[in-house]
């Protein structure tokens, strides 16, 4: 009985922190490897939480967009039709310690307006490029194609893709949507600094902003057969107080005929971005 109750209470702790029982610990796990002798990472991943929604630690809110109530908070009115799915999940956030992202006063005061405005601001919306850490936990997959001298990312959302450059190609010659990723193997974890992102990118729908002084070191360790620790720490004095870093797995995706599917999205908001500008414009 009282085996039994242990175990129980390990299970019911499990599920309350969010560790899979079936993970194990990174140094428990022997993972494949290449010829160089670096962990394989080959494989279609994708990030299982609410991350996209909102980074920090929130409760389920009705909309992404959201206005004063006679009683509480409501949909905006930009978002009213959608309903149930235009509402927020509730997540206790990918920020280490359960914390929040560190901003500078003037910083926060940005992202609330953000937030507020977020059916005109948030880049997602509009198809642009996710940049980094967002386009790893985006609701779509990715995949890591390595071989001995190189790393190459393909991510399903609007086709964008990364070449993570395992040597010293100097500083980004311009910003961009994805920026620059160098990568190099501490031990068996890939550790990628990114640099010369725009400023334009968000870290979630909540209106997560940062500068083009943003510098994000990933970690991609494997801690399983299936599963990917990841980790990515911002730093950008500019509007961070300190750095800060996010933490989630990674899961591959195991069925049969796992593949990236097409969502070349810049077509589908071709009405939003353009459609004014027909000879007959559509009613908006």
Not at 9 to 14: D, K, M, N, Q, T
Not at 144 to 162: L, P
């Amino acid at each position: 009985m009282k085996k039994l109750f242990i175990t129980a209470a390990i299970v019911l702790f499990s599920l309350v922190v969010g560790i899979p029982l079936s993970m194990g610990q990174a140094g428990d796990y022997e993972p494949p490897r290449l010829s160089t002798g670096t962990p394989d990472l080959n494989g279609i991943w994708q990030a299982l939480n609410a991350a996209n929604y909102d980074v920090e630690p929130h409760i389920a809110r009705p909309a992404m967009q959201l206005r004063e109530g006679p009683h509480s908070m409501l949909p905006d009115v930009p978002v009213l039709a959608l309903g149930a799915v235009g509402a927020v999940p509730g997540s206790m956030g990918v920020i280490t310690n359960g914390g929040r992202i560190p901003y500078t006063a003037e910083a926060r005061e940005l992202k609330e307006e953000n937030h507020s405005q977020w059916v005109d601001r948030d880049p997602e919306i509009k198809c642009y490029m996710p940049g980094v850490p967002r386009a790893t936990y985006l609701p779509f997959p990715f995949q890591i194609f390595q071989n001995d001298n190189s790393v190459f990312i393909a991510y399903e959302f609007a086709g964008a893709v990364r070449e993570i450059y395992m040597r010293n190609v100097g500083p980004a010659e311009t910003d961009s949507w994805m920026g620059q990723s160098v990568g190099r193997w501490e031990n068996d974890t890939l550790v990628v600094e990114v640099t010369g992102q725009n400023d334009r990118t968000w870290f979630d729908r909540a209106g997560s902003h940062h500068t083009n002084q943003l510098v994000v070191t990933e970690r991609y360790t494997m801690i399983g057969a299936n599963h990917i620790q990841y980790e990515a720490t911002m730093d950008d004095p500019n509007v961070f107080v300190e750095p800060w870093t996010i933490s989630m797995p990674l899961y591959r995706r195991i069925e049969d005929g796992a593949r990236l599917m097409d969502f070349k999205c810049v077509e589908f908001v071709e009405e939003l971005l353009f459609g004014e500008f027909r000879r007959d414009p559509l009613p908006r």
